[in-house]
Structure formats: structure tokens, C-alpha cells
């Protein structure tokens, strides 16, 4: 239950979208940071009033948050800044806090141009869909100036938040939840591409993707998602705009937009799953740099995956396990978009490695690997009860 946004995340922030965040304009000709378009053609108040969302008065956000207290706030970036409140979960009016229903309120900052148009964009898509793999909008205040936008809580944080975090007292995600994750932002793609009007997300990475108390994943952040092409159209034409690391290479160098450009994306998220490692990270050797060129060669040899893998991973999965989610990651991040694998197709593919008898733990390994100290089951016992610890962030990686 919950929200990202804009970079510039406070630490500890449950919804820290991480270093390489800010939504940018990466075409070669544009280096300022902008904005995604209005996704349709509709009007703002045709948007509004098609959305199945609750309108709320921003008196009761103001008393929901206890008046946007400092205290209160999740985060902090581009959009303006999130707060933590509670709601009534039948009439929706403001709770006392700990009581009711746990909200996420994303408040619009009025000096930011950008941020009407992604609030509107959030409305018209979430507004729209339900599905248990997106998080769920509860409703907007659009009230004078105000903007601001009202989510379903998530306790769990990024998907980010969970691999990247490093200490000796912060337990890894595990093999299957990975896997679990994996497939459940998967499912949540699949479901934007094959919807009456399809949806191209435009954004996936490890920080849109956010996890509930039982590590059930769901797409969050609307703001780049964009119609799909009609008719006998193959492709939409837009301005190049997402995340360094995460566009697919026919998007960055033509415009072009299809839904195999999220397949893209997956893949790159799907090998940060794999390795524990960030798409792009400049604190790394220079052959490192960058995830995919490093990693690609290893993806299709067995017996050099390992080279690739978290060793955090060490005796959660058998080496056929392990060979099949690198060659699913590998065919999405092929170079031609017509060799990549539809959603569905990832998802039935994740689907049959979720198989017990792939996911059992190995005992041995050419590699000297030994089995992990701790069982999926021992991490949701170690960590239903309290909060996740959460990574700073730091410098961003998005492209000019």
C-alpha cells in the first residue's frame, strides 16, 4: 500500500525511488528535466469524472496528516512531498492516527511545472484500473491550487529498498521472493498491455516497484505511462523520456514506443533481482559500469552464471532455476524488440520456475557455494514484524 515519486527521497523514506529516480528527457537534443504529456486526448475534466476514485476536500487531508507535520512525511522529491495519514475506511473522513486505514498523501509542490501533468496522468490510468499487481489510487483533491493524490499504504517499501541495501544486520531478500516479486510486477505489465486500451508504462525499475506486508508486488507511478499505439499503428512516437539504464535501446534512439520497451525494462529489472547489483553504478570497476554490457556474456552459460549471481543467494536455488531466470532476463533484453517475449509469456515463464522443484535449494556447486543460513520462511518470520531499514540515496544516473 503505497507511492513513489520524484527523486530526492529522504533516508528511511518507505517509498525511496533511489539514485536514479528523476524522470527525465533523455532525447540527445533536450538536457532540461521535463514532464511526460497529458497520456490522452480527453479533457481534465472528462479524466476527472470517468475516474472511480474519491474526491476528497483538502481540509480532510489537512487533518488526515495532522496537518502535513513534518513528522508525518514518507518522502520528499520532484512532485512535492509524501505524508502518512489515516482515513476512515468507510466514510473516508479523517482518523485519528492509528486508527482506520493507513493512506499515503502525495502533495503537489505549486513552484513545480511538472507536476499537474503527472498527477493528471495518475488519475486517468489508476483512476481507470484495478488489479491486485498495481497499487491502488483511493482518490485526488484537486481544490484551487492543491493537488495531491491519495494511495493505499505500502509497508514494505521499493523493491529497490530490498536489493540494494547493504549491512551486516539487514537480511537479503530471498530467491523466492525475488521470484515472487519478479512475478508479480510481471503480472501487473502483462495486465496494462493486453487492457481494452492498452498501456505502455514507460518507467519500470526496482523503485516503481512496491511490496505489501506479505511481499505481494504492485507498479506504482503513472506519470510516463502512455496509450499504446491503435489501429494498424505499430508503434507510438513520443518524446524519449524514463531513466538512464532502464530504456530500451529502439526507444532511445528512434522514439519509438511499443510495449516490448517495458519487456526491456523487465529484463533490466530482472537481472538487478539476479545480482543484487544497480543497473548502473559508477563506484564500480569501469568494465562494471554498466549491469547489462557486464553481464550479458555470462546470462546464457550455466556454469558462468554464477559469476553474475547475488552471493547473497548462495544455496536458495538450483542451478536449472538459476539458468532459466537468466535466460528469461537475456531474451527481454535483446537487442531486436521482436526476439523479446510478450508479458504473458514472461509471466507463464516465471510462473513454471516458481515450481518447487526448481526453486529447491542446491546442496552443492562447482563454484564452492554452500546453502544460505536462512529459509524464505525465516525471512517473512524475521521481518513481518518490523519496519524494513532503507538505503540513502545518491547521486542521480539519469541521462541528459
Known sequence: MGVCFSAGIKDKSPFHRGSNSDVEDLSPSNSSKVSCVTPTPRSEGEILQSSNLKSFSFSDLKMATRNFRPDSVLGEGGFGSVFKGWIDEHSFAAAKPGTGVVIAVKKLNQESFQGHREWLAEVNYLGQFSHPNLVQLIGYCLEDEQRL?????????????????????????????????????????????????????????????????????????????????????????????????????????????????????????????????????????????????????????????????????????????????????????????????????????????????????????????RPGKHSTGNLAASTGSGPAAYPRPQASLCSK
Request: glycine residues 8%; proline residues 5%; aromatic residues 10%.
Open 149 to 369: 493524490l491519495v494511495y493505499e499504504f505500502m509497508p514494505r517499501g521499493s523493491l529497490e529498498n530490498h536489493l540494494f541495501r547493504r549491512g551486516s544486520y539487514f537480511q537479503a531478500l530471498s530467491w523466492s521472493l525475488r521470484l515472487k516479486a519478479a512475478l508479480g510486477a510481471a503480472k501487473g505489465l502483462a495486465f496494462l498491455h493486453n487492457a481494452k486500451t492498452k498501456v505502455i508504462y514507460r518507467d519500470f525499475k526496482t523503485s516503481n516497484v512496491l511490496l505489501d506486508s506479505n511481499y505481494n508486488a504492485k507498479l506504482s507511478d503513472f506519470g510516463l505511462a502512455k496509450d499504446g499505439p491503435t489501429g494498424d499503428k505499430s508503434h507510438v512516437s513520443t518524446r524519449v523520456m524514463g531513466t538512464y539504464g532502464y530504456a530500451a535501446p529502439e526507444y532511445l534512439a528512434t522514439g519509438h514506443l511499443t510495449s516490448k520497451s517495458d519487456v526491456y525494462s523487465f529484463g533490466v529489472v530482472l537481472l538487478e533481482m539476479l545480482s543484487g547489483q544497480r543497473v548502473v553504478d559508477k563506484t564500480r570497476p569501469p568494465g562494471k559500469y554498466s549491469l547489462v554490457e557486464w553481464a550479458k556474456p555470462y546470462l546464457a552459460h550455466k556454469r558462468k552464471i554464477f559469476r553474475v549471481l547475488d552471493n547473497r543467494l548462495e544455496g536458495q536455488y538450483t542451478p536449472e532455476a538459476a539458468h532459466g531466470v537468466a535466460s528469461l532476463s537475456l531474451r527481454c533484453l535483446s537487442v531486436d524488440p521482436r526476439f523479446r517475449p510478450t508479458m504473458t509469456e514472461v509471466v507463464k515463464e516465471l510462473e513454471r520456475l516458481q515450481d518447487p522443484k526448481a526453486a529447491r535449494p542446491r546442496r552443492h556447486s562447482s563454484h564452492g557455494t
